[in-house]
């Protein structure tokens, strides 16, 4: 799978270079690009943001930036998702649905969003990741990226994936390794047999 995200802080994702994503990306079950929208600037400045109209707090990330980074990885099969707290919210359901598509283009806003043109010309589906506003749309698509790679194909054992769909794909039971005993804890009895 290969996963594009358009970002104006790709510094930010150095956290799923770690642990299970990180040998995914090592062992080439899946590939992540990070585009600087950034580097789309046609400014002197590298401006990339400006007041919004009718004014209000905040910057709002120019249209022109965010269409061109887009453009520059753009397929016709790729699914495209934009990060935002107005977007429906992530549940498994989604994640494993979005673990079917060869080619993720995440978008992630910041500051107070983007220009709503370049959002309606693109149409990507909306996600948001639970019901509170975050600096950015960064954390989300990490979220994303963590909950989706999970299902690509030989990144966890096929044991993990089927205990949890038998499960409701929802939370396990709880777990217990040595020692027998800890802080005067024991193991449950019915897990000793086995
Ligand atoms: N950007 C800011 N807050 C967000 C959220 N809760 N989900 C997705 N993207 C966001």
Do not use: W
């Amino acid at each position: 799978m290969k996963i594009d995200i358009l970002t104006l802080f790709p510094e930010g994702f150095e956290p799923i270079k770690q642990s299970i994503i990180g040998r995914a990306v090592e062992s080439k079950k899946i590939d992540i690009n990070l585009i600087n929208i950034r580097d789309f600037s046609k400014d002197k400045h590298k401006k990339v943001d400006d007041t919004p109209y009718g004014g209000g707090a905040g910057m709002v990330i120019k249209p022109d930036v965010v269409y061109d980074s887009y453009k520059s990885v753009y397929e016709p099969d790729a699914k495209v998702i934009y990060l935002t707290p107005q977007g429906k919210t992530l549940n498994q359901k989604k994640v494993q649905e979005l673990s079917e598509y060869k080619h993720l283009i995440l978008i992630c806003g910041h500051y107070e969003g983007i220009d709503q043109r370049v959002i309606d010309e693109i149409a990507p589906e909306e996600i948001s990741i639970g019901d509170y506003v975050l600096t950015g749309g960064e954390l989300p698509a990490m979220v994303i990226i963590d909950a989706v790679t999970r299902y690509v194909e030989g990144v966890l054992n096929k044991e993990s994936i089927k205990e949890e769909s038998f499960n409701n794909n929802l939370l396990e039971y709880p777990q217990y390794t040595r020692p027998e005993i800890f802080l005067g804890r024991k193991v449950p009895e019915v897990l000793m047999s086995r």
